[in-house]
């Protein structure tokens, strides 16, 4: 699979508060946003029987439409994400996109695991660590089918410094890898990720002899 994949489903939530972590005061619904508090109305008898321990909490504190997993975060301007059912990590960057005349953030379908980023160079370098072959090989020598965001505290990768010259050069062609993924120029993308791995190799003090096992463990893992 090419893991430089295409942005997931994008939803807007607008009866969240993002740093309450509740739904949007029901008053204040009815008042602003009228005619979505009407449809919620309509859905409440569905909502007040959700069973799930966190929700029930949520609506608890707030309003009965309150939502589990949704934060400051939720909102970041730009984000990776991976699958969150996956034997292989296939991390993609998602960024704000153009809604009437203003940017709006991009928010993942539930199924992705999502790290947040200010800035997009950040959010391409750490792609580009995560594609990397090494920290591929990594992940999958310890799991099999969730990549969750723990693999971020058994992975060591440095932070983002833009006075790096090999972070910004990851970071560059990471956006290049999904410029061509858009394009379907496959050929383009496999040099783009071989570039990517032997970048790489500088953030561990890799050797050439090693990334070439690396690859050929991938290989025997396929």
Not at 21 to 39: H, I, Q, S, T
Not at 202 to 222: N, P, V
Request: include cysteine.
């Amino acid at each position: 699979m090419n893991r430089w994949w295409a942005d997931p489903r994008a939803h807007i939530i607008m009866t969240q508060d993002p740093k309450t972590r509740v739904g949007l005061d029901e008053d204040n619904m009815k008042r602003e946003y009228p005619k979505a508090y009407a449809y919620l109305k309509r859905c409440e008898s569905v909502l007040q029987v959700r069973k799930t321990q966190a929700v029930r909490h949520l609506m608890a504190r707030g309003a009965f439409y309150s939502i589990f997993g949704v934060g400051e975060y939720t909102f970041a301007p730009y984000k990776v994400v991976w699958r969150e059912v996956s034997s292989e990590m296939d991390a993609a960057v998602v960024g704000p996109r153009g809604v009437a005349d203003s940017r709006k953030a991009t928010v993942p379908d539930h199924t992705c695991i999502l790290i947040p980023c200010e800035k997009k160079d950040t959010a391409h370098y750490l792609c580009a660590v995560l594609n990397s072959s090494p920290v591929r090989l990594a992940i999958r020598s310890y799991i099999v089918l969730h990549p969750d965001p723990h693999v971020l505290k058994n992975v060591r990768i440095p932070m983002f410094s833009e006075k790096d010259r090999v972070h910004l050069r990851l970071a560059e062609l990471s956006e290049a890898a999904h410029k061509a993924t858009a394009s379907g120029e496959a050929t383009a993308v496999k040099k783009i990720e071989d570039e990517i791995d032997r970048i790489a190799t500088k953030l561990w003090d890799l050797t050439d002899q090693e990334l070439a096992e690396i690859h050929a463990s991938l290989e025997e893992g396929r």
